[in-house]
Antibody, heavy 115, light 108 residues
Framework: QVQLQESGPGLVEPSGTLSLTCTVS????????WTWIRQPAGKGLEWMGR??????TDHNPSLKSRVTMSVDTSFQFSLRLSSVTAADTAVYYC??????????WGQGVLVTVSS | EAVLTQSPGTLSLSPGERATLSCRAS???????LAWYQQKPGQAPRLLIF???SRATGIPERFSGSGSGTDFTLTISRLEPEDFAVYYC?????????FGQGTKVEIK
């Protein structure tokens, strides 16, 4: 079955841009939507946005225009979150969208916003 | 967007007991778009239930989901030691996904 793995810097400076990549193995990104979800320590889950293989995206309005997602290759897609603050410190997950749900998840990567 | 409120916040039970978790939506949610996840410490969430009542692949029969409209329930018929975790409900609507704040099921 498909496996997902997030990667990227674990530390980002305030006002900078958070950049993460999700690598899909055991399959390609073709034919599915893919998504990013984050979770601050000890808190709940927040859906950030989704992307299709064509590059079509939509995102959570709460993040305004700070979120950018892209398809890099047949097996990778990326997230960029600009103008980060301490409130963006969280574990970031990539996941596969299955209908209205998320059926395959990466293990998550902790990103800390600090100087 | 539908706001999901889960109750109780924490459920303290013993292995073998029945767990009943509630998820209430601020507006009607299609049953097709309601899911439940289990999350253990240090792990990603795992899909348990989709379509309000369908078990995901590999999920034991002791997990069941029910409900419609604004009220949904996750039931664990007999708690096993590995079931002590945090559970989240999730809904999809108007191109937006939202989650409840979670219910922690802890060992009494």
């Amino acid at each position: 079955q498909v496996q997902l793995q997030e990667s990227g810097p674990g530390l980002v400076e305030p006002s900078g841009t958070l950049s993460l990549t999700c690598t899909v193995s055991g399959g390609s990104i073709s034919g599915s939507y893919w998504t990013w979800i984050r979770q601050p320590a000890g808190k709940g889950l927040e859906w950030m946005g989704r992307i299709y293989e064509t590059g079509y995206t939509d995102h959570n309005p709460s993040l305004k225009s700070r979120v950018t997602m892209s398809v890099d290759t047949s097996f990778q897609f990326s997230l960029r979150l600009s103008s980060v603050t301490a409130a963006d410190t969280a574990v970031y997950y990539c996941a596969r969208v299955f209908g209205a749900y998320f059926d395959q998840w990466g293990q998550g990567v902790l990103v800390t916003v600090s100087s | 967007e539908a706001v999901l409120t889960q109750s109780p916040g924490t459920l303290s039970l013993s292995p073998g007991e029945r767990a009943t978790l509630s998820c209430r939506a601020s507006q009607s949610v299609s049953s097709l778009n309601l899911a439940w996840y289990q999350q253990k410490p240090g792990q990603a969430p795992r899909l348990l239930i989709f379509g309000a009542s369908s078990r995901a692949t590999g999920i034991p029969e002791r997990f069941s989901g029910s409900g419609s409209g604004t009220d949904f329930t996750l039931t664990i018929s007999r708690l096993e030691p590995e079931d002590f975790a945090v559970y989240y409900c999730q809904q999809y609507g108007n191109s937006l996904w939202t989650f409840g704040q979670g219910t922690k099921v802890e060992i009494k």
